[in-house]
């Protein structure tokens, strides 16, 4: 059973971070890679994207001041342990893949296709409680932490212009969305629903000394009428602090 959870803003003993691990013990960035991958059936569709008890509202918690650190995992992470009972982040957890296959007769008819992925754990690192439902969502959330005063760390997702096939064709980025949720949540998500679009996108804002979590749910637009194949396309992830 997942460990309940507890109310949030309830500050805790800061993890130990450690150098090189998911992540960086000095400011800086630290990126992660997803990939989605959608499939028209005779078409077909992929995006890839990588990186890493319930309570009322949406899931933010206050963390003691501590040595500088910064951790974001997207999709499957590797942590030691959870947050709450001072674990070790890791670095890595593969890149999970999104993706959603389009029957020939719903191609381009406008109705948003769900889209599933490859995660295989929705456990929040930070105590233990099952927060997201895979493989329907993929997990995004990770903390900031410092001793002292400054600027909030900024979530930011590098995204192409589009996703292609083997063919050459493309079909925009902008097709992909999605919503914003975790168990036992109400209220707006410390990272937000949205839209991919082309370029550096900024997702959400992580306040100094806090850990932030959502679940995401993407779909696919159907907009377009586009040629046979799998289009294929990566969203980079990068969690970066002043």
């Not at 460990?3 to 992660?32: N, T, Y």
């Not at 982040?89 to 191609?107: E, K």
């Not at 295989?120 to 903390?143: E, K, L, M, R, T």
């Not at 998500?189 to 932030?212: D, E, V």
């Amino acid at each position: 059973m997942p460990a309940a959870r507890r109310p949030h803003h309830q500050p805790m003993r800061p993890a130990p971070i450690r150098r090189g691990s998911g992540a960086a013990d000095r400011g800086g960035a630290f990126p992660g890679d997803f990939a989605m991958t959608a499939r028209l059936r005779g078409w077909a569709l992929l995006l890839s994207a990588a990186a890493f008890a319930p309570a009322a509202g949406a899931f933010t918690a206050t963390i003691n001041p501590g040595s500088r650190g910064i951790y974001l995992r997207v999709g499957d992470g590797i942590y030691t342990g959870t947050y709450t009972g001072n674990g070790t982040p890791g670095n890595g957890g593969g890149v999970d893949v999104v993706s959603t296959t389009v029957p020939a007769a719903a191609l381009g008819n406008g109705v948003d296709q769900i889209m599933t992925t490859t995660a295989s754990s929705g456990v929040s690192n930070y105590d233990g409680y099952a927060f997201c439902n895979v493989p329907a969502q993929i997990y995004v959330g990770g903390f900031y932490r410092r001793s002292g005063s400054g600027g909030a760390a900024t979530l930011t997702a590098t995204v192409p212009a589009g996703l292609t096939n083997a063919q050459g064709q493309s079909i925009a980025f902008s097709q992909i969305s999605w919503t914003s949720s975790g168990n036992g949540d109400t209220g707006g998500q410390p990272i937000p629903a949205g839209t991919f679009q082309p370029g550096t996108q900024a997702l959400a804002s992580f306040q100094i000394n806090t850990w932030r979590e959502s679940c995401h749910t993407f779909r696919y637009a159907n907009d377009a009428v586009v040629g046979a194949g799998t289009y294929t396309g990566r969203v980079v992830y990068t969690l970066s602090a002043p």
